[in-house]
Structure formats: C-alpha cells, structure tokens
C-alpha cells in the first residue's frame, strides 16, 4: 500500500536550518510529484511548491522561495524539505502529498511539525 | 495567499445535508478541476473528492461535489457524527502557476 511517512517533530531556535524527509513506499517513487503543504497553527492549508521525482526539478509558490529548499535522494525514495534561517512564523506542520497526475494529492504523509523557539 | 473562498463554518443536525460553496475565478476554478480534502484536528488532510465529482475508492457516497462557472460546492448528504471535520476546497491556477487551498470550512454536528 502507498505509505508516505515523515520525520518527527523538530524544535529549532530562529536563524538554525531544518530538514524533514518524507519517505515513500508502495508505488514507483519517479512517477508522481511530491508536494509539500504547510499548515501553520490554527491556520488553513497552503501549497509550497513540489518537486518532480523524475527529473528532480523542483517548482517553488511565491511565498517559498530564496529560504526553501525540495530534494530527493530516489535512492532510498525520499524527498526532503530543507528551510533555513528559520523565524518563528515558520512554527507548522508540513505535510508532503503524493501528486497524482499532478495535482490530485492522494496519499498524505503523517506531517512534520516545526517548532521555531528561543 | 488563498483566493478560493469558503465560508469559516458549517452545521447541522444528523441526517441533514449541508453544503459548503468555494468561490474562485476564471484562472482558477473556471479553468481547472476542483478537489476537496478532509481534515480532522492533528491529522493530515485526506482526499474526499476529485475532478470535481469523483469520489476515491473509500469515500461513502453522501458526499458529492459539482461544479458552475467560477464556483464549487461539496454536500455532505444524510450528516454524521462522524463528520464533524474541517473541509478545503482545492484548484490549480493559471494565473499564478500554483495549487490553491480554499480558505477552510469547519463543519460541526449539532
């Protein structure tokens, strides 16, 4: 079955970097985008861009970009997101989504929650 | 960001139907399918319907969504407890070259 899982929680203090992995298993990792989706406390959801696992060329949303950073290591079928300089607003869950067909997002991972404290 | 509109809130009564409208534009909704997605508090969002319409394997079918012009709406038919979740719209849009979320519906069950 399609398994998309995320690393755990993270609290990190404003100007540190964070990376999150999202591993996928269940289906061929290259034949679907991975996206990911921010959801700040008590707040909706929104797109952050996503990375193509053919290709490896990432596509960022305006609010992301210069601080963010998608990878892939298709070795191990895992897709990363890296945000540094990190400010307390950036306090979230982030979520990645399978794109199937792009934007359908079918499977979810469980969400990664970043904590941005001093 | 988000320029899908939703109302904040939604309820009824079990066994009432409710329906939740998203409102976009022509870049967004009037150009592209709409999706909708369930969350329940402190779990990821999960697809409830797509192209619009289309209901995942999974997804009981008093749910249904259409589809007019610039809007969107999803109806929750023959309401349950179970229900009680919050609820996004979501298109691709031309404009922007981004995926968009509506802004959020919290259904509640009275």
């Known amino acids: 079955q399609v398994q998309l899982v995320q690393s755990g929680s993270e609290l990190k203090k404003p100007g540190a970097s964070v990376k999150i992995s999202c591993k996928a298993s269940?289906?061929?990792?290259?034949?679907?985008?991975l996206n990911w989706v921010r959801q700040a406390p008590g707040q909706g959801l929104e797109w952050m861009g996503r990375?193509?696992?053919?290709?490896?060329?990432?596509t960022y949303a305006q609010n992301f970009t210069g601080r963010f950073v998608f990878s892939l290591d298709s070795s191990v079928s895992t897709a990363y997101l890296q945000i540094s300089s990190l400010k307390a607003d950036d306090t979230a869950v982030y979520y990645c989504a399978r794109g199937l067909r792009v934007v359908r997002f079918d499977y979810w991972g469980q969400g990664s929650l970043v904590t941005v404290s001093s | 960001q988000s320029v899908l509109t939703q109302p904040p809130s939604a309820s009824g009564t079990p066994g009432q139907r409710v329906t939740i409208s998203c409102s976009g534009s022509?870049?967004?909704?009037?150009?592209?399918?709409v999706f909708w997605y369930q969350q329940f508090p402190g779990t990821a969002p999960k697809l409830l319907l797509y192209r619009n319409s289309q209901r995942p394997s999974g997804v009981p079918d008093r749910f249904s969504g259409s589809k007019s012009g610039t809007s969107a709406s999803l109806a929750i038919s023959g309401l349950r407890s179970e229900d009680e979740a919050d609820y996004y719209c979501a298109a691709w849009d031309d404009s922007l070259s981004a995926y968009l979320f509506g802004t959020g519906t919290k259904v509640t069950v009275l």
């Open positions: 022509s870049s967004n909704i009037g150009s592209s399918y």
């Open positions: 990375i193509n696992t053919n290709t490896g060329n990432p």
């Open positions: 269940g289906y061929t990792f290259s034949n679907s985008d």
